[in-house]
Protein backbone atom coordinates (compact mmCIF):
# COMPACT_ATOMS: atom_id res chain seq x y z
CA UNK A 1 0.00 0.00 0.00
CA UNK A 2 1.20 3.27 -0.93
CA UNK A 3 0.58 6.55 1.02
CA UNK A 4 0.42 9.59 -0.99
CA UNK A 5 2.26 13.04 0.73
CA UNK A 6 -0.16 15.47 1.87
CA UNK A 7 -1.13 18.44 -0.08
CA UNK A 8 -0.65 21.42 1.19
CA UNK A 9 -2.25 23.93 -1.07
CA UNK A 10 -5.79 21.44 -1.29
CA UNK A 11 -7.03 23.47 1.51
CA UNK A 12 -8.44 26.99 -0.62
CA UNK A 13 -7.77 29.03 2.15
CA UNK A 14 -4.50 27.82 2.38
CA UNK A 15 -3.86 28.37 -1.48
CA UNK A 16 -5.39 31.78 -1.31
CA UNK A 17 -3.47 33.02 1.57
CA UNK A 18 -0.23 31.87 -0.42
CA UNK A 19 -1.08 33.69 -3.97
CA UNK A 20 -1.79 36.81 -1.86
CA UNK A 21 1.79 36.49 -0.25
CA UNK A 22 3.42 35.81 -3.65
CA UNK A 23 1.47 38.46 -5.20
CA UNK A 24 2.48 40.94 -2.62
CA UNK A 25 6.36 40.38 -2.98
CA UNK A 26 6.15 41.03 -6.91
CA UNK A 27 6.25 44.96 -7.86
CA UNK A 28 3.19 45.67 -9.58
CA UNK A 29 3.87 47.27 -12.61
CA UNK A 30 1.21 49.70 -14.61
CA UNK A 31 -1.55 50.83 -12.65
CA UNK A 32 -0.70 48.18 -9.71
CA UNK A 33 -1.19 45.20 -12.51
CA UNK A 34 0.49 41.60 -11.42
CA UNK A 35 0.88 39.87 -14.74
CA UNK A 36 -0.90 36.00 -13.17
CA UNK A 37 2.50 34.39 -15.03
CA UNK A 38 4.67 36.08 -12.19
CA UNK A 39 2.31 34.23 -9.16
CA UNK A 40 1.76 31.48 -11.65
CA UNK A 41 4.91 30.08 -11.53
CA UNK A 42 6.62 29.79 -8.69
CA UNK A 43 3.14 28.58 -7.18
CA UNK A 44 2.95 25.68 -9.46
CA UNK A 45 6.90 25.07 -10.51
CA UNK A 46 8.53 26.42 -7.05
CA UNK A 47 5.31 24.92 -4.56
CA UNK A 48 4.98 22.30 -6.26
CA UNK A 49 0.93 22.73 -6.32
CA UNK A 50 -1.70 21.85 -9.24
CA UNK A 51 -3.66 23.87 -11.59
CA UNK A 52 -6.56 23.05 -9.68
CA UNK A 53 -5.16 24.18 -6.41
CA UNK A 54 -4.30 27.68 -8.13
CA UNK A 55 -7.76 28.06 -9.49
CA UNK A 56 -9.25 27.10 -6.42
CA UNK A 57 -7.17 30.04 -4.87
CA UNK A 58 -7.69 32.67 -6.89
CA UNK A 59 -11.47 31.98 -6.99
CA UNK A 60 -11.34 32.00 -3.29
CA UNK A 61 -8.69 34.99 -3.33
CA UNK A 62 -11.29 37.02 -5.33
CA UNK A 63 -14.18 35.80 -3.66
CA UNK A 64 -13.16 37.36 -0.22
CA UNK A 65 -12.05 40.85 -1.89
CA UNK A 66 -8.14 40.07 -1.53
CA UNK A 67 -7.57 39.66 -4.99
CA UNK A 68 -8.98 41.41 -8.16
CA UNK A 69 -8.69 39.18 -11.24
CA UNK A 70 -8.74 41.09 -14.13
CA UNK A 71 -11.78 39.43 -16.70
CA UNK A 72 -8.78 38.64 -19.09
CA UNK A 73 -7.07 36.76 -17.10
CA UNK A 74 -3.94 38.01 -17.47
CA UNK A 75 -3.25 39.85 -14.41
CA UNK A 76 -4.67 40.83 -10.92
CA UNK A 77 -4.17 43.39 -8.17
CA UNK A 78 -3.70 43.52 -4.78
CA UNK A 79 -6.83 44.74 -2.96
CA UNK A 80 -6.70 46.67 0.67
CA UNK A 81 -7.82 42.93 1.94
CA UNK A 82 -5.29 41.58 0.79
CA UNK A 83 -3.07 44.25 2.15
CA UNK A 84 -4.96 43.83 5.58
CA UNK A 85 -4.47 40.16 5.31
CA UNK A 86 -0.45 39.89 5.15
CA UNK A 87 -0.31 42.95 8.19
CA UNK A 88 -1.90 40.51 10.85
Do not use: C
Request: proline share 5%; aromatic share 8%.
Amino acid sequence: MKFVPARPFSNPDIAARKLVELASSIEAVQDGRIHIEKINAPFLYSLKASGEEFGAGIKLAVERGWLELHESGTYVRLLKGGEALLSR
